[in-house]
Nanobody
Framework: VQLQASGGGLVQAGGFLRLSCAASGRTFRSYTVAWFRQAPGKEREFVAV????????YYADSVKGRFTISRDNAKNTVDLQMNSLKSEDTAVYYC????????????????WGQGTQVTVSS
C-alpha cells in the first residue's frame, strides 16, 4: 500500500481545510487509516482514525468536534475535514494505514504517506 497525502496549505484561524489521503492497492479498503500530525519541535501525535468499514472513528480531544474523518473505499481515499482551525493545528499532517491494527499509537501503523503542511495564521 502506498499513501499520498494532499490538501494542506495556509489558512487563517477559524478557517477550514480538507486533507485527502489517496492509496494504491485494492486491499486498502480493508485497512484502518489514521491521521497524525507533527508540529515543529514536538513529537508526532494522533489526530483521528477510521476503521475499514467507516463505522468506527475516534478523535484526539484537541480536534473533537472540529475535525471529521471519512473514507470512500470506492475511490481508495480517506479525508480529514478540518473546521474552526486554530494556530495550534499548524503541523505536518500524515496519513497512515494498517491491515490489522487500530489505535492511537503511531507504531501500530505500517504504511505512511509523505505528509502535507498545514499552517494556520492567527
Amino acid at each position: 500500500v502506498q499513501l499520498q497525502a494532499s490538501g494542506g496549505g495556509l489558512v487563517q484561524a477559524g478557517g477550514f481545510l480538507r486533507l485527502s489521503c489517496a492509496a494504491s492497492g485494492r486491499t486498502f479498503r480493508s485497512y484502518t487509516v489514521a491521521w497524525f500530525r507533527q508540529a515543529p519541535g514536538k513529537e508526532r501525535e494522533f489526530v483521528a482514525v477510521i476503521r475499514w468499514s467507516g463505522g468506527s472513528t475516534y478523535y484526539a480531544d484537541s480536534v473533537k468536534g472540529r475535525f471529521t474523518i471519512s473514507r470512500d473505499n470506492a475511490k481508495n481515499t480517506v479525508d480529514l475535514q478540518m473546521n474552526s482551525l486554530k494556530s495550534e493545528d499548524t503541523a505536518v499532517y500524515y496519513c497512515a494505514a494498517d491491515a490489522t491494527g487500530w489505535g492511537l499509537n503511531q507504531w501500530v501503523y505500517d504504511y505512511w504517506g509523505q505528509g502535507t503542511q498545514v499552517t494556520v495564521s492567527s
